[in-house]
């Protein structure tokens, strides 16, 4: 078996000084499936990046097809022969299928001219070599998630690559989508391609891989081939350390209904039913699971419960108040708190200090202020209290919140959102992205507060976190809930799948699921 | 030394960036004077030589500090408001009608002109800020074209209805003595209004340091998601800061009329408005550096009209230095591959400190 | 009929619109094509007065028109070129960078104006040869339309030409698709290796041909002379003329025209005994009416509830 690709003793430091790869080293065979993995922040982006041309190393070598390159751009390796397929797809969205592809490339007319007709019949030509159905005169914006990675490794193939990288391509797709797109990948690597991708999901990686490459703390620690590892060893590797897979303890407070949901529904601009009928208790003492996979409403759904956005009928009832419609203030007055999809949109500023932003829901009360005087004696003693009570790493509270890694964020946002002493706590991806230490943390966090008796409305796409924490799980398919188990440790992810693929529905459910 | 470099980063590419913007005047000097030296001399000495240069200095930073506070409060609510120029302008107009139409004590006089400045400057600032918070509209085109209707409005306003046609030019009556700001320094035009500017100017910092509502515009300008996601009313804070903007404007405009002139004489609007973005750029938006930036602008200003007056250098040559400081102080790469060096040494610094200990 | 209808209706009133139009269209079409590629470009004023400059600069020192031209468009083109260094390379905020060269412009015209005429006065100007009128062969003699749309200096048809011009660039060629990919996600571009910075720089320096076009027209056109800020801040308009056009060719087209038939009232009741200043506000009041307006219409096409407008605005705005 030949090498295509050969990294050596690779050193990368980024501009705040922060070293993202420290003596790395690597060989992917030709013609397999090679995976990398590691936690969040172990540096597989950033050797991803320096592979693809995006960013360059300070030190080391790198060898494609036993020759040395020294890419300065994505151009340079796109020329070489490698393609990427990143996580947030790197699509034009007003621009068609065809238009994307041949984005940089372009078949040109009398030189100056784009040739439209040789734009289309190329993309059709070799969507069609490779057997990935896409329809290529629709617009990006006009597709599902799935096609549009499609579209993407299309992309790459289309510029004949060899060696393909794929950024945790899973991540979005749904379990259904999953297995085409391993089909995808065999029949890639059948007609000579060779894939390196990087994931978490271990299972996916002892599925599909060949050879495995862990990192951890920005080094490699092992290449192996998979065969002869388990995924209890590789977790091992990762963390050094076994990770619980086991679910929680029942809860000793069950208690009342704190949050009634009735008949919500939620229209958007575009005149979709984003949102529809949906019924739901959630109880005190409880965590509620929403599985469901990404974009079938949950947003919305936070959103509307939240106060970030007003419902088009139906109720919310907090304590008996509907709180359909009142802003997120008076939401959060009424005992709500808030742990947001994505961290640095609405999470965090991330310009600002600690102390900023862990008062952005109390500042105006006592002893945050006093009249119209903030008293950042006050702040500053509480935020220190915090970053100690919630384990964040930072040299102070004056630190800019951006400057902090991935987990340490998402952490200040936990801590504020627990510290307001909230009944209710909607729970949107509370550990998307972060290292596996603080997931662990915060869900250490969340079982804590099921146990004092606060309701927990957990959303996640991570089924693992749902089966592990829920009480109780429901799911949601299209905007309406379609299945409801009362008791999640006896549930699994192979029961709410169909669910969530919308292969199955409960019974008389429609909109009807009534918890 | 070097974390002090990257502790204070910003600042010191600040005078740098300044540093570099004096050298080129110096150079244009060199090239284009008879008498370089003499030149050189009236440019940069020039100001600090006589007691009613030195005083204009002072006369020219009040309306520009107060501009430039205006602008960094909207600014710091990331909205991009230019126009402090056409609040100034409106609000002098309006406050100086109203001045020389009413009798009454200074000390309901005085007061009375300044807030009546300030509400005509907010609600300058109200229009574009409803406008941008409930729909959307840019508010830099909303606050070009306020701008060019205030010039417009405020001139009709004094020479139709308002102007003094005993003059031998057009300029609105004298304001009565109970509606101006006494000079306290004989032989120079220092007047209240100076002192006031700088005291309206740490105000501000206070409100946007010190307070909940500062602390909620600076919120929503640093990340306005955050802000909504956090119970903070965006759309308030959207519109108060241009209101809050518009009357500080509006303030710096009429303190002028009432401190030095005595009368609405402004023919063609005095740029002020432009010269607060100025001063804010140089300032970053902070109340406290934007006192120093606007005492530095005039100081450069009042060098290049001394250097025009006394020698053969074209004032206009200030402008060209203040685009070249404006240009390198918003350039956030400048002197970047700098502190990355800095920077990459420190973490091997760091690094090796590390492995030695364990 | 009433006088002021009368010219209204009158086709020298119609000519004077296509005159008045021809310095806003240009700059917009900068405005537009910046605004595509995904940056805001306010600096036309700038590139505007620089060329307007140069092609009177050149025009004094060689009588070549043909010289004139390209020296106007070259230092349009440099100066949005430097402002693509500055917010590309060094990463300056471009609305910033753009009021700084805009302050440049009118600093250095003044600055050299001074250097070479020796007048410190604010009044001095710059005598310049002008670009011919052109009268076209059979339009001419139609009645009324050869009236209105013959006979207008040659850069007034190049404007009209530059919509088309614009519309072929930007949905015919490779660099146009390049250019939109880049405004809708500079991410998707420069993961196929298209350079994003470089792609915003050939656009900006387009900025800078039309705004050149448009400066030249006003100092060698317009008019036959340079005087200090002669724009006006027609640069400006050209952004509210962009943004009410959709960023589109014809919109734009159709929005310098709305701008210019505004204009062109202005100084035809101008005559009239009204407050001169009162008219002169006309066009700025009319573009803020538009811009409401517009963004009215922006949040009417959604028929959504006050919160998700609010939302919609959140997120749109800025």
């Known amino acids: 078996m030949s090498t295509i690709l050969e990294i050596e003793n690779i050193l990368k430091v980024y501009p705040d000084g922060v070293i993202a790869n420290r003596d790395v080293s690597l060989r992917v065979e030709d013609n397999t499936i090679h995976a990398v993995v590691g936690e969040n922040g172990a540096g597989k982006s950033t050797l991803m990046k320096i592979i693809f041309g995006i960013t360059s190393p300070q030190e080391g070598t790198i060898r494609f097809r036993g020759k040395e390159v020294r890419f300065k751009s994505p151009n340079d390796a796109i020329r070489s022969g490698i393609g990427m397929v990143h996580q947030h797809l790197m699509l034009a969205p007003d621009l068609t299928v065809a238009e994307n592809m041949v984005l940089g490339i372009e078949p040109r007319k009398r030189k100056l001219f784009l040739d439209q007709e040789e734009t289309l019949r190329t993309s059709k030509k070799v969507s069609e070599e490779y057997g990935l159905d896409v329809p290529v005169e629709k617009k990006i914006r006009d597709l599902p998630i799935g096609v549009r990675q499609r579209v993407e490794i299309l992309k790459a193939l289309f510029r004949n690559a060899e060696l393909l990288i794929l950024d945790e391509p899973t991540a979005v797709l749904t379990p259904q989508e999953v297995e085409v797109l391993f089909k995808t990948l065999f029949k890639l690597k059948e007609n000579g391609k060779t894939i390196l991708f990087i994931s978490h999901k271990l299972k996916e990686v002892k599925q599909i891989a060949d050879r495995v490459t862990v990192m951890r703390d920005s080094r490699v620690i092992t290449t192996e081939e998979a065969s002869h590892l388990t995924e209890e060893k590789i977790a091992h590797l990762m963390v050094g350390r076994d990770i619980a897979g086991d679910r929680l303890p029942p809860s ?7 949050m009634s949901v009735r008949d919500l529904c939620y229209v958007t601009d575009e005149n979709i039913r984003a949102l529809n009928n949906i019924n739901f208790d959630l109880r005190a003492g409880e965590i509620l699971g929403l599985a469901g996979v990404e974009g079938n409403g949950q947003t919305y759904l936070i959103k ?79 935020s220190m209290d915090l970053i100690k009570r919630f384990q964040i790493l930072t040299k102070n509270s004056r630190t800019p919140v951006g400057s902090l890694s991935g987990g ?108 | 030394m070097e974390k002090f470099i990257l502790k204070n980063f910003t600042l010191i590419r600040t005078i740098i960036a300044i540093a570099i913007g004096v050298a080129v005047s110096v150079l244009l000097i060199y090239l284009i004077s008879a008498t370089p030296s003499g030149s050189l001399k009236y440019f940069f000495v020039g100001p600090l030589l006589s007691k009613s240069r030195l005083s204009n200095v002072f006369e020219m930073a009040a309306p520009i500090m107060l501009c430039g506070v205006a602008i960094a409060v909207a600014f710091q609510a990331e909205q991009f408001n230019i126009g402090a120029e056409g609040a100034l302008y409106i609000s002098a107009a309006v406050a100086t009608a109203f001045a020389v139409s009413t009798h ?132 308030k804070v959207v519109i108060l800061s241009q209101v809050i903007s518009g009357a500080l404007a509006g303030v710096g405009g009429i303190f002028e009329v009432m401190g030095i002139h005595g009368r609405f004489n402004w023919q063609t609007s005095p740029g002020y408005g432009w010269d607060g973005v100025i001063v804010a750029i ?70 090796k400190i590390h492995e030695s200990a364990s | 009929m009433n006088p002021l209808l009368k010219s209204i209706f009158s086709t020298e009133f119609a000519f004077a619109v296509i005159r008045v139009m021809t310095p806003l269209l240009l700059p917009a079409l900068g405005v537009a094509i910046t605004n595509l590629a995904g940056s805001v470009n306010i600096a036309l004023e700038g590139i505007m007065l620089i060329a307007a400059f140069f092609g009177v600069l050149v025009s004094a020192f060689t009588g070549s028109l043909f010289l004139s031209l390209l020296a106007g468009i070259a230092a349009g083109v440099a100066l949005a070129a430097i402002l693509g260094y500055f917010h590309l390379k060094l990463k300056a905020d471009i609305i910033l960078g753009a009021i700084a060269l805009n302050l440049f412009a009118a600093g250095f015209t003044i600055f050299m104006l001074f250097l070479i005429t020796g007048d410190k006065g604010s009044t001095s100007s710059l005598k310049s040869l002008v670009f011919p009128s052109v009268h076209i062969p059979l339009i001419r003699h139609i009645p009324v339309l050869g009236d209105i749309v013959s006979g207008h200096n040659v850069l007034t048809y190049v404007a009209v030409l530059m919509v088309l011009v614009f ?67 027609r640069g400006f308009i050209a952004i509210a003329a962009s943004t009410l056009g959709g960023n589109l060719p014809m919109g734009t087209f159709l929005a310098s025209l709305l701008f210019g038939v505004v204009n062109a009232f202005a100084i035809y009741i101008a005559s009239l005994n009204v407050p001169s200043e009162l008219i002169q506000m006309i066009p700025y009041l009319v573009t803020l009416v538009a811009l409401t307006i517009f963004s009215l219409r922006t949040l009417r096409k959604r028929p959504a509830k006050k919160e998700e407008k609010k939302l919609h605005v959140d997120e749109a705005a800025l």
């Open chain 2, 104 to 235: 009454m004590p200074a000390i309901l006089h005085i007061p009375l002109t300044i807030l009546i400045a300030a509400c005509v400057g907010a609600a300058w600032g109200f229009v574009p800020g409803i406008l941008k918070a409930k729909l959307g509209a840019s508010e830099l085109v909303a606050t070009l074209m306020m701008n060019y209707i205030a010039y417009f409005l405020g001139l009709y306003l004094i020479n139709y209805h308002f102007r003094d046609k005993s003059a031998g030019y057009l300029v609105s009556y004298a304001l009565p003595e109970t509606a101006r700001l006494g000079q306290f320094i004989p032989g120079t035009r220092m007047h209240w209004g100076i002192i006031l500017a700088v005291i309206i100017a740490v105000l501000v910092y206070f409100f946007l340091y010190h307070t909940t509502t500062g602390y909620e515009i600076r919120m929503t300008g640093s990340n306005r998601k955050f802000a909504r996601f956090g119970g903070i009313n965006i759309i």
């Open chain 1, 252 to 258: 000793p407070a069950l208690g009342d209904i704190r």
């Open chain 1, 408 to 515: 340490n964020i998402q952490k200040v946002v936990v801590a504020r959102e627990l510290s307001s002493d909230p009944e209710v706590i909607i729970a949107a991806q509370p550990t998307r992205g972060v290292d596996v230490g603080s997931e662990e943390h915060i869900h250490s966090i969340l079982k804590e507060a099921r146990d004092r008796g606060k309701a927990v409305f957990l959303v996640s796409a991570d089924l693992d976190e749902i089966l592990k924490l829920s009480t109780r799980v429901i799911v949601i398919y299209n905007g309406g809930l379609v299945a409801h188990f009362p008791d999640a440790s006896a549930v699994t992810d192979k029961d709410l799948g169909p669910y969530m693929l919308g292969v199955k529905k409960e019974e008389g459910s429609s909109g009807k699921i009534h918890p």
């Open chain 3, 167 to 233: 519309y072929i660039i930007v949905y015919k060629t490779p660099l146009g698709l390049r250019i939109r990919a880049v405004g809708q996600n500079p991410d998707a571009a420069a993961s196929v290796g298209i350079k994003v910075d470089r792609i915003k720089l050939y656009a900006l320096m387009l900025s800078g041909f039309f705004g050149a076009l448009g400066g030249l027209y006003l100092s060698m056109g317009y008019v036959s002379w340079f005087s200090r800020d002669m724009t006006a801040g």
């Open chain 2, 282 to 351: 140089i300032g970053r938006n902070h109340p406290i550096l934007i006192i120093f930036a606007s005492l530095f602008l005039s100081y450069l200003r009042v060098g290049g009209s001394v250097v025009n007056l006394m020698a053969d250098v074209p004032t206009e040559m200030v402008s060209v230095i203040q685009s070249v400081i404006i240009l390198l102080i918003t350039a956030e790469a400048f002197l970047s591959r700098w502190k990355y060096r800095i920077t990459v040494r420190e973490a091997e610094r760091e690094e």
């Open chain 1, 304 to 382: 509307t419960l939240t106060g970030l956005l007003e419902p088009t009928s139906g109720d919310i009832l907090l304590e008996n108040r509907n709180i359909a419609g009142l802003s997120p203030r008076q939401v959060r007055e009424l005992g709500l708190s808030h742990i947001p999809e994505d961290r640095m949109d609405d999470g965090v500023a991330e310009h600002t200090s600690l102390e900023e932003n862990f008062i952005v829901d109390r500042y105006y009360k006592q002893p945050f202020s006093r009249g119209i005087r903030l008293r950042w004696k006050d702040i500053t003693s509480h």
